[in-house]
């Protein structure tokens, strides 16, 4: 139940946010009637870093003793309430193997591939609904052509940004299972969907135009690219592979007007000196928040404004110097950073800090997947107040949780058993069952169990028709 709770949430993710509150209370009704307080509090004294997360959310109930503004401030902490229940589930219960790990991450890309499916549909009805509509006359003021295709008019499900994080991540996992050992465990035709996949999802990242998740999108093929060279000694392969990427990404920015001046408008801010007080553009009004979030910060450096009244303080500088498109769409500091510091004081903004990276600087080798989540994360919490929404919080409480439990596993567990036999199902006979069922049940204990066997041949004495011919053969069966 654990599991396919854990699977379902992560396919939940990246599909509609209202279903994941009531698997996470689902997950805490499970985590209660599953008793084993002892074991619990053992697994949480042996991997506190998770509980660095709780403490932050702790942090915040405490900033509510010198908050002002106690519905905003109690509004906040039932948004990030998954900060404490997350790392709690996840890192008190048994230790996920390999397999299970696997199991919910595919979920998350399952998640992504029938989000991505549905925001495509949506668009082309819309596109087509929409000349419908104009070819008899019921309506004039139009999107022009392929709006419909493109950033907030794609993404049904969340905000542009926060889609082309979920969908990064489920990439990054994705060429995490092409790259390991090189691939070698995945059958050919796995591999070609891995692939196929990948390409969908990195132009799906593309015509949602969020700046930070094409940037991310770049990091990660230019990283692939990168492991190909110097790790596989495949030069061509790692030459062709930026070849593409070159090509891709400039026919994308020279064919399409809006990822063009999305790009166009980040590298304009980036030269002016002089930025309009009065603009809405979102690479503009950033700069300009983060100017006014370094004042309030400035202004409450040790205790922070309070829980609830961080947003009030940045509207209230709005206000004074006169930033009309900060103050009429209401924005946070649209840094997580910023936006902690400016609600909790330095000493908040130090625990994100430490909740995010000080498991990165532990010794001991690091599994690559939860570094580049990590490092995704860290970029967008530069440009969006992930923890102020609950996409965010709990999207970040999760695989945060998730990861570092995995990682906690690998380094400490759990233990790897190999049985070496002749005889196995598919075959069928007492021997196999047997063994099956012993494999089974290491499995759920929480081992991770590789089975050595021949080509399936008893009864007949003949290799079965789906393994003839094959030198060596790999297959997950399930438990």
Same mark, same amino acid.
């Given at each position: 139940?654990?599991?396919?709770?854990?699977?379902?949430?992560?396919?939940?993710?990246?599909?509609?946010?209202?279903?994941?509150?009531?698997?996470?209370?689902?997950?805490?009704?499970?985590?209660?009637?599953?008793?084993?307080?002892?074991?619990?509090?053992?697994?949480?004294?042996?991997?506190?870093?998770?509980?660095?997360?709780?403490?932050?959310?702790?942090?915040?109930?405490?900033?509510?003793?010198?908050?002002?503004?106690?519905?905003?401030?109690?509004?906040?902490?039932?948004?990030?309430?998954?900060?404490?229940?997350?790392?709690?589930?996840?890192?008190?219960?048994?230790?996920?193997?390999?397999?299970?790990?696997?199991?919910?991450?595919?979920?998350?890309?399952?998640?992504?591939?029938?989000?991505?499916?549905?925001?495509?549909?949506?668009?082309?009805?819309?596109?087509?609904?929409?000349?419908?509509?104009?070819?008899?006359?019921?309506?004039?003021?139009?999107?022009?052509?392929?709006?419909?295709?493109?950033?907030?008019?794609?993404?049904?499900?969340?905000?542009?940004?926060?889609?082309?994080?979920?969908?990064?991540?489920?990439?990054?996992?994705?060429?995490?299972?092409?790259?390991?050992?090189?691939?070698?465990?995945?059958?050919?035709?796995?591999?070609?969907?891995?692939?196929?996949?990948?390409?969908?999802?990195?132009?799906?990242?593309?015509?949602?135009?969020?700046?930070? !998740?094409? *940037?991310? &999108? /770049? @990091?990660?093929?230019?990283?692939?690219?990168?492991?190909?060279?110097?790790?596989?000694? +495949? $030069? %061509?392969?790692?030459?062709?592979?930026?070849?593409?990427?070159?090509?891709?990404?400039?026919?994308?920015?020279?064919?399409?007007?809006?990822?063009?001046?999305?790009?166009?408008?980040?590298?304009?801010?980036?030269?002016?000196?002089?930025?309009?007080?009065?603009?809405?553009?979102?690479?503009?009004?950033?700069?300009?928040?983060?100017?006014?979030?370094?004042?309030?910060?400035?202004?409450?450096?040790?205790?922070?404004?309070?829980?609830?009244?961080?947003?009030?303080?940045?509207?209230?500088?709005?206000?004074?110097?006169?930033?009309?498109?900060?103050?009429?769409?209401?924005?946070?500091?649209?840094?997580?950073?910023?936006?902690?510091?400016?609600?909790?004081?330095?000493? !908040?903004? *130090?625990? &994100? /800090? @430490?909740?995010?990276?000080?498991?990165?600087?532990?010794?001991?080798?690091?599994?690559? +997947? $939860? %570094?580049?989540?990590?490092?995704?994360?860290?970029?967008?919490?530069?440009?969006?107040?992930?923890?102020?929404?609950?996409?965010?919080?709990?999207?970040?409480?999760?695989?945060?949780?998730?990861?570092?439990?995995?990682?906690?596993?690998?380094?400490?567990?759990?233990?790897?058993?190999?049985?070496?036999?002749?005889?196995?199902?598919?075959?069928?006979?007492?021997?196999?069952?047997?063994?099956?069922?012993?494999?089974?049940?290491?499995?759920?204990?929480?081992?991770?169990?590789?089975?050595?066997?021949?080509?399936?041949?008893?009864?007949?004495?003949?290799?079965?028709?789906?393994?003839?011919?094959?030198?060596?053969?790999?297959?997950?069966?399930?438990?």
């Amino acid at each position: 139940m654990h599991l396919l709770l854990l699977s379902l949430l992560a396919f939940s993710i990246p599909l509609h946010m209202r279903i994941a509150p009531v698997i996470i209370g689902l997950l805490l009704l499970n985590w209660l009637l599953g008793g084993q307080w002892k074991n619990k509090v053992i697994r949480l004294k042996d991997n506190p870093f998770a509980l660095l997360l709780a403490a932050l959310y702790l942090y915040y109930v405490a900033g509510l003793l010198w908050t002002s503004n106690m519905d905003s401030g109690l509004q906040d902490i039932e948004t990030k309430l998954s900060m404490l229940v997350l790392p709690l589930v996840i890192v008190s219960s048994p230790s996920l193997s390999r397999s299970a790990i696997h199991t919910i991450l595919n979920g998350l890309v399952a998640g992504c591939v029938l989000s991505m499916l549905i925001c495509i549909g949506h668009s082309v009805y819309s596109f087509y609904d929409e000349r419908w509509q104009v070819a008899h006359g019921l309506l004039h003021d139009t999107y022009t052509n392929v709006d419909f295709f493109f950033s907030s008019r794609l993404s049904v499900f969340a905000h542009p940004s926060y889609m082309a994080m979920f969908v990064n991540l489920a990439l990054l996992y994705l060429f995490y299972r092409l790259l390991s050992c090189g691939g070698k465990a995945l059958p050919r035709a796995k591999k070609l969907l891995l692939v196929i996949l990948n390409a969908c999802f990195s132009v799906f990242i593309f015509f949602l135009a969020s700046r930070m !998740g094409m *940037i991310t &999108l /770049l @990091l990660s093929w230019i990283g692939v690219i990168v492991f190909i060279v110097v790790k596989r000694k +495949l $030069f %061509l392969w790692g030459a062709g592979t930026l070849i593409l990427l070159i090509i891709g990404s400039w026919f994308l920015y020279t064919h399409s007007a809006i990822i063009a001046s999305r790009i166009d408008y980040a590298l304009e801010t980036l030269r002016s000196k002089k930025l309009d007080k009065t603009s809405s553009e979102s690479s503009a009004v950033r700069v300009l928040i983060w100017e006014q979030a370094r004042k309030v910060i400035m202004y409450h450096p040790l205790q922070g404004a309070g829980t609830g009244d961080a947003k009030d303080e940045l509207l209230e500088r709005y206000r004074i110097e006169g930033m009309s498109g900060a103050l009429e769409h209401n924005l946070n500091a649209h840094d997580q950073y910023y936006q902690t510091t400016i609600a909790l004081g330095f000493p !908040g903004g *130090i625990l &994100l /800090l @430490l909740a995010m990276f000080l498991p990165v600087f532990v010794p001991g080798k690091r599994d690559p +997947l $939860f %570094l580049f989540f990590i490092l995704l994360v860290s970029l967008n919490f530069l440009v969006e107040s992930m923890l102020e929404t609950q996409a965010g919080v709990v999207f970040f409480a999760f695989f945060t949780s998730l990861l570092l439990a995995a990682e906690y596993s690998r380094r400490n567990g759990p233990m790897r058993i190999m049985i070496l036999t002749q005889y196995f199902p598919p075959e069928v006979g007492a021997p196999q069952n047997r063994l099956y069922e012993l494999g089974v049940r290491l499995a759920r204990k929480g081992a991770e169990v590789t089975v050595m066997t021949a080509m399936p041949n008893y009864p007949q004495m003949q290799v079965r028709d789906a393994y003839r011919g094959k030198v060596y053969f790999f297959e997950t069966m399930e438990k």
